[in-house]
């Protein structure tokens, strides 16, 4: 790669920015507010998500995003899930005819249910073999710290997946590249979802077996509903699903799981909300996987109890109560 932009200087956008100049591509991060930006060109950080990070120089930064875009063969989308849509009807007229779009969002958009390659495909108007996606155990600080971690490029296209792979590939990132986009995708979105009820069980000082028993179901529902909608089963036991599921779970720096630990604790969404002032993707993707999982037939357990005790108010003990008198069954 040549060049890229990174749309979205948030944590993973800033840190991802870095794993690419580390890589050797010059990178132009689109910030949207202007004094962000211009710390990044003056200073080298990134004041209000990693002010302890210093940049590569091949990292610079603007507000403008026609000027990010502009001539990059990489386009790398890290802004909220929800925001995506939005953001990107605003930068298509931007892209070069062959650039590649690279999805860094974990989410299902509320709504339409579609993942996050799909309202790409739908908004920018690019087949679906030009979007890839990048999914795994990957929280932003531990990567910005070099600390080392592997993850998935997943695309249709081997060809394009392998140069994404190539251009981000770092002493301390290892990327495996993957043909099933779905699979990671929904890893990606409901791992979040799973993290929120794994901070609402450590808050209610919930024991390790509660945990374990968390993460197990939690990807067996994962599994279920990835299969419905064609994934391969065994991209849930790789880095896009066991792998990261395990990381947002058992992470303090999560912000899904510290948003479920407010949760836990008997605030209220909104109190939730105020105290944590960062996207928790899970909070508004239960919502879309909620209603995914019932267009498809499939039982979402975990993720109807988390959507019910952030949406609708359900105390977290009745929400357990819930899970655990369920009709038994075989595993
Ligand atoms: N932070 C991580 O550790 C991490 C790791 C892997 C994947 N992800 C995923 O990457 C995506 C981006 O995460 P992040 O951590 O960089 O997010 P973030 O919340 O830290 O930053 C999002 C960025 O998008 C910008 N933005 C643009 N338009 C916006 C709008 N309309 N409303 C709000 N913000 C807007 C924000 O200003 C901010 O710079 C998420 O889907 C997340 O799940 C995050
Ligand atoms: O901080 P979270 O909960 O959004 O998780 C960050 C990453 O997705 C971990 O891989």
Sequence with gaps: MTSAAVLGAGSWGTAFAKVLADAGTDVTIWARREPVAAAIREYGTNPDYLPAVRLPERVTATSDA??????????????????????????TGFLAPDA???????GIELGTTKRMSEVIVETAGVPADRVVVVSG??????IAAEQPAATVVACTDGTRATQVQRAVTTPYF????????????????????????YGIATAMRLGDNTKASLITRGLAETARLGVALGADPL????????????????SPLSRNRTFGEHLGRGETLEQAQ????????????????????RTHGVDMPITEQVELVCHEGVNPRSALIALMSRETKPE
Excluded: H
């Excluded at 155990?137 to 531990?142: I, K, M, Q, S, V």
């Excluded at 849930?236 to 058992?250: K, Q, R």
């Design 66 to 91: 026609g000027k990010a875009i502009a001539g990059a063969d990489l386009v790398v989308l890290a802004v909220p899930s929800q925001t995506l849509r939005g953001n990107l009807a605003d930068w």
């Design 100 to 106: 590649t779009l690279v999805s860094l969002m974990k």
């Design 137 to 142: 155990p990957n929280l932003a600080a531990e």
């Design 174 to 197: 290892r990327p495996y590249t993957n043909d099933d986009v779905v699979g990671c995708e929904l890893g990606g979105a409901v791992k979040n979802v799973i993290a929120l009820a």
């Design 235 to 250: 991209t849930f036991a790789g880095l896009a699903g066991l792998g990261d599921l395990v990381a947002t779970c058992s």
């Design 274 to 293: 105020a105290a944590t002032r960062q996207t928790a993707e899970g909070v508004k993707s239960c919502l879309a996987l909620r209603d995914l999982a």
